[in-house]
Nanobody, 122 residues
């Protein structure tokens, strides 16, 4: 299983970014996928997840601002991030696994990408 994130960058508060995660090496459509983030000195936290049926979950801190989606044909996971805040600054990772009970728990995922940095300035 190989996951590669892209789309990170630096934006001002209130701006938008779209992250992508290209997946390969497994039956993509059957897996639960998630986006996580880790700021310096903090633990990695769940941001959003989407299961094989397309059901989504979001952390309270991003509800109404972020949107997770996937393209099974292209094997790409997306995270649309709007109304970005300085506190959204972190390294963002995508993750995948087939047996996931709670999509926002990092312990549920075996496969991880290398991450893409998002920096939001005030």
């Amino acid at each position: 299983v190989y996951l590669e994130e892209s789309g990170g960058g630096s934006v001002q508060a209130g701006g938008s970014l779209t992250l992508s995660c290209a997946a390969s090496g497994y039956t993509y459509s059957g897996y639960c996928m998630g986006w996580f983030r880790q700021a310096p000195g903090k633990e990695r936290e769940g941001v959003a997840s989407i299961d094989s049926d397309g059901c989504t979950s979001y952390a309270d801190s991003v509800k109404g601002r972020f949107s997770i989606s996937k393209d099974n044909g292209k094997r790409i996971l997306y995270l649309q991030m709007n109304s970005l805040k300085p506190e959204d600054t972190a390294m963002y990772y995508c993750a995948a696994d087939i047996w996931v009970n709670y999509g926002l728990s990092r312990d549920e995922y075996m496969y991880w990408g290398q991450g893409t940095q998002v920096t939001v300035s005030s």
